[in-house]
C-alpha cells in the first residue's frame, strides 16, 4: 500500500527561527513529490520535486527530494506570523492518473 | 480568474439525507478530483476524472457516487448520508500534459456535517 509520513505533526516556533518539515514516503510508481501550504482553505501550490539532489527554492522557503532515501525536506527560514499553516505532502503515482497520496500533513504555528 | 470553484460552503445534512456537491473549473482541465479531509488528517481520494465521461475510485469511494458530463463540472453525490461522511470535501483539477507536472489546483472547500 502507498504511503507518506510527515514529521513532526505540530511544531510551535518563534518568528525568526528557522524549521525543517520531514516527509518520507513508500510508493510504487513514483513521479513526483509536491508541497502545498494550507491555511484553513484549499490547499496552494508551493514546489514540485521530480529529481534528487535538486534544491527548489522560493524566497525563504526551500525543498529538496532525495529519491535513493525515499524522503523530501522543506525548510522555512527567517519564519513570520503569515507561515502559520498546515504543510502537506503528496506524492504522485501512477501512470495516467495523475493521483496525490498525501501526508497527513505538519501543524506549524509561528509565535510572534 | 475563478479557477476550481465549489458549492455550497457549508452544510448540514440529517442521517440518511442525499444531497449533491458542486465543482467546476474554468481553467480547460482534463483532469479533476475529489478528496475528503479529517481533523488531523491529509486528503483521502475518493473519486477521480481523466475527462469527460470517464471516472474511477480512489482510496475512500464507498458511500459516494460521481459523474462527469462535462470538462468543467465534476459533482460529487451522497445518497445515504451517515455520520462518518462529515468531512471537509474539496475539488481539485489538473492540466496533465506532462505526468511530471502534474499540479492540482483546489477549490475552497465543502465542509458538511451529517447529524
Not at chain 2, 69 to 87: C, G, K, M, N, V
Amino acid at each position: 500500500e502507498d504511503k507518506v509520513v510527515q514529521s513532526p505533526l505540530s511544531l510551535v516556533v518563534h518568528e525568526g527561527d528557522t524549521v525543517t518539515l520531514n516527509c518520507s514516503y513508500e510508493v510504487t510508481n513514483f513521479r513526483s513529490l509536491l508541497w502545498y501550504k494550507q491555511e484553513k482553505k484549499a490547499p496552494t501550490f508551493l514546489f514540485m520535486l521530480t529529481s534528487s539532489g535538486i534544491e527548489k527554492k522560493s524566497g525563504r522557503l526551500s525543498s529538496i527530494l532525495d529519491k535513493k532515501e525515499l524522503f523530501s525536506i522543506l525548510n522555512i527560514t527567517a519564519t513570520q506570523t503569515g507561515d502559520s499553516a498546515v504543510y502537506l505532502c503528496a506524492v504522485a503515482v501512477g501512470s495516467n492518473t495523475g493521483k496525490l497520496i498525501f501526508g497527513q500533513g505538519t501543524t506549524l504555528q509561528v509565535k510572534p | 480568474n475563478a479557477g476550481v470553484t465549489q458549492t455550497p460552503k457549508f452544510r448540514i445534512l440529517k442521517i440518511g439525507q442525499s444531497m449533491t456537491l458542486q465543482c467546476t473549473q474554468d481553467m480547460n482541465h482534463n483532469y479533476m478530483y475529489w478528496y475528503r479531509q479529517d481533523p488531523g488528517m491529509g486528503l483521502k481520494l475518493i473519486y477521480y476524472s481523466v475527462g469527460a465521461g470517464i471516472t474511477d475510485k480512489g482510496e475512500v469511494p464507498n458511500g459516494y457516487n460521481v459523474s462527469r458530463s462535462t470538462t468543467e463540472d465534476f459533482p460529487l453525490r451522497l445518497e445515504l448520508a451517515a455520520p462518518s461522511q462529515t468531512s471537509v470535501y474539496f475539488c481539485a483539477s489538473s492540466l496533465v500534459a506532462e505526468l511530471a507536472k502534474n499540479i492540482q489546483y483546489f477549490g475552497a472547500g465543502t465542509r458538511l456535517s451529517v447529524l
